[in-house]
């Protein structure tokens, strides 16, 4: 096989396993929509959104942030989002005092109110501090959603999370990349069902707007 050929095996297997992942994705359509309807009705009773994860995650969650409180599109409003991994001196106090696994759950304790909602991400699902985080985020009453990969982990099998979106993937490039994907979507649904008239579904903070997808 020449060169040529081989880089060309190579690079339509990259594709073919991000297409596998995307395809997956929007497969799971239903589930993403209600998260989002589920969200857009926080926002509209004064809920903000508290994001967290680790490393890749942790940028990921500034990320996420910075859409909501800062839209790149005009004319969309700001919503409130704060990135709990965006405070290297407060995870770290945290983690030296409390140990790593209680940085997000001790700033969620801290931090929010019932109205709100907790967005947790782990390329594997086997994050400790996410699962905490979210645990906190869930006895506190808000609405919980998980971003995971490979086969979802500890965090996609806990009833910590109202919805978990997994990545069936064990590449962490392809989990990334889909999980950036699915916060611009997620990003963009919200406003959708935000902006739509009266309070979108019957759903009020303390509850969602059906049954929980998993």
């Known amino acids: 096989m020449s060169v040529t050929s081989t880089m060309q095996v190579a690079v339509s297997e990259a594709f073919a396993r991000r297409d596998r992942a995307a395809r997956a994705l929007a497969e799971d359509a239903g589930r993403i929509a ?3 309807q589920d969200m857009a009705v926080r926002f509209r009773h004064g809920g903000k959104l508290i ?6 995650g942790g940028t990921d969650a500034a990320h996420i942030a910075v859409e909501f409180m800062h839209p790149v599109i005009v004319g ?4 409130p989002a704060i990135a709990l991994s965006n405070d290297a001196a407060t995870v770290s106090g945290v983690g030296n005092r409390e140990g790593l696994a209680e940085t997000f759950a001790h700033q969620v304790h801290r931090w929010a109110d019932p109205a709100d909602m907790a967005l947790g991400i782990s390329r594997d699902g086997r994050c400790e501090n996410v699962l905490r985080g979210l645990e906190m985020a869930k006895a506190l009453g808000l609405f919980t959603f998980a971003l995971a990969g490979g086969d979802g982990g500890p965090l996609a099998r806990s009833p910590a999370a109202d ?7 064990d590449d962490p490039a392809v989990v990334k990349e889909i999980h950036v994907t699915a916060y611009h979507v997620l990003w963009e649904l919200v406003h959708v069902f935000y902006e739509q008239p009266g309070p979108p579904g019957d759903a009020t903070p303390g509850g969602t707007s059906g049954e929980a997808a998993r």
Do not use: D, I, W
């Open 34 to 36: 209600r998260a989002c």
């Open 51 to 56: 994001v967290f994860g680790n490393g890749g």
């Open 76 to 79: 969309k409003r700001a919503l």
């Open 163 to 169: 919805h978990v979106l997994t990545v069936a993937s």
